[in-house]
């Protein structure tokens, strides 16, 4: 016997037990009726007890957790934000900063269109721009229990990596360095030449975290909040000691407070380099050396110090530690070497194989 609007009994309990009387017969996990949990799609249940709280404080604080570094930190929260305020037909304005949990899992349900017009707002964006602003929206989905569909394609190619200085421009931008009337110039130039350091890392690294006899230094909360060992040459010990004397003069005459204390490269002001402040000083060597400035920069640096090792015969995994990649496809990626590295590097290892 037919039930009231045309409902069956199995219709009558969806109902009652909150499953949506709409949704595809015989099928399991049909989504709840808003109308019974107050948002249209299920929270996760560890967001149940806190969904009238701020999202992104909230989502902040899950970044931080998982190491993210302060610079993936700041992109993601951009883009999340980006994405928030996107309007669609017939909405008005809101505050997202301070917008709950519960409205913000229903603002990036995937179905409402929102993620169709982030997804065309940021098509005409370089490809790995677009990839990184895709990765931020798929951990907040992720994290308010959506998922990025399949629809969303991530475009393909690498990210185009700098080109490497050649053996002469090396040479004048070491002798630049060396004769500079900046005493920060030669001790940065060959850190970064000889270990392979990030620009931040160069910039955050402590006293505390040196040991010059041991030709090392031990990096604290570098990208992705990893520790690594860094290795010296005997160059390096040399430039960085060169440096220490005018070090001390400064701390001794401007006596520098908290942090920039223990700083192992101080500005004239006294105070902890930063990233910018390298480049500056990069830009001067370039001047100098005859480089143009685009071609000198500390990620340049790096890519010299990775492929010179590789045409040396040292093995990826080793250079991988060396750069502190986490994941070795990273360094197979960065390390985009030509032909002739390859051929120079296959007859030395034969070579070696025949003599044995």
């Not at 996760?44 to 190491?67: D, M, N, T």
Request: hydrophobic letters at 35%.
């Amino acid at each position: 016997m037919p039930f009231g609007d045309g409902m069956g009994p199995m219709d009558n309990e969806r109902q009652r037990s909150g499953w949506s009387p709409n949704g595809p017969h015989g099928r399991l996990a049909t989504p709840f009726d808003s109308n019974y949990t107050g948002t249209g799609q299920i929270l996760p249940s560890r967001l149940v007890r806190i969904q009238h709280l701020p999202w992104i404080s909230l989502w902040e604080a899950q970044l931080r957790a998982e190491k993210k570094s302060e610079h993936t930190i700041r992109a993601y929260l951009s883009s999340a934000r980006r994405f928030a305020t996107i309007l669609l037909p017939k909405e008005e304005e809101v505050d997202i900063e301070e917008m709950p949990i519960s409205e913000m899992h229903d603002r990036c349900d995937p179905n409402n269109g929102r993620l169709d017009l982030f997804v065309q707002s940021i098509s005409n964006l370089r490809p790995a721009t677009i990839n990184a602003r895709i990765a931020a929206i798929g951990h907040l989905f992720k994290y308010l229990g959506h998922r990025i569909p399949d629809w969303v394609q991530r475009p393909g190619g690498t990210r185009p990596l700098p080109r490497t200085l050649t053996k002469g421009e090396i040479e004048r931008v070491r002798d630049s360095a060396l004769n500079s009337e900046n005493p920060l110039a030669n001790p940065i130039i060959t850190l970064l030449l000889d270990t392979g350091m990030r620009v931040s890392e160069v910039c955050a690294l402590d006293m505390n975290n040196l040991d010059l006899a041991d030709k090392s230094a031990r990096i604290y909360g570098g990208k992705g909040n990893k520790d690594r060992l860094v290795l010296f040459t005997q160059r390096t010990v040399d430039s960085m000691e060169a440096w220490f004397g005018s070090r001390r003069i400064q701390i001794d005459t401007k006596n520098p407070k908290g942090e920039n204390s223990d700083a192992v490269f101080l500005s004239t002001r006294s105070i902890r380099v930063a990233p910018r402040y390298i480049q500056k000083l990069m830009d001067s060597i370039a001047d100098s050396a005859n480089i143009p400035r685009s071609r000198l920069t500390p990620h340049t640096l790096r890519h010299n110090f990775a492929t010179g090792l590789l045409e040396r015969g040292v093995d990826l995994v080793s250079i991988q530690r060396l750069l502190g990649h986490s994941n070795i496809q990273t360094t197979r990626i960065y390390l985009d070497i030509s032909d002739q590295t390859l051929r120079e590097i296959y007859h030395r290892a034969q070579s070696a194989a025949i003599e044995e």
